[in-house]
């Protein structure tokens, strides 16, 4: 599976923006799709998941409520819907793939990664 994350950009505090990945391979909707972000200095870390099937979602607390995390399996894309979005928020965006059962929110539980998109907020 290959991913390609885009969607980032400048955006002031309390203004939304929606990434997008999109996936090649005919395996998309086996997979479940994650994203992450890594702010300068920082490591990286789990932002939200959504199930293979697209049933169930699972979100880090920092962005529960603000952000939402879906899939359109037609489009072989994911997407992320960031609200209410907080300097906090500024990093860069990766998008990934696993087969690992469940709500995986571990870098190391995803075998695929796109190239990430910079997300930042302006005060």
């Known amino acids: 599976v290959q991913l390609q994350a885009f969607g980032g950009g400048l955006v002031q505090a309390g203004g939304s923006l929606r990434l997008s990945c999109a996936a090649s391979?005919?395996?998309?909707?086996?997979?479940?799709m994650g994203w992450f972000r890594q702010a300068p200095g920082k490591e990286r870390e789990f932002v939200a998941v959504i199930i293979w099937n697209g049933d169930s979602t699972y979100y880090a607390d920092s962005v529960k409520g603000r952000f939402t995390i879906s899939r359109d399996s037609a489009k072989n894309t994911v997407y992320l819907q960031m609200n209410s979005l907080k300097p906090a928020d500024t990093a860069v965006y990766y998008c990934?793939?696993?087969?690992?059962?469940?709500?995986?929110?571990?870098?190391?539980?995803?075998?695929?990664w796109g190239q990430g998109t910079l997300v930042t907020v302006s005060s």
């Open positions: 391979g005919r395996t998309f909707s086996s997979y479940t």
């Open positions: 990934a793939a696993t087969l690992t059962p469940g709500w995986a929110s571990r870098v190391y539980e995803y075998t695929f």
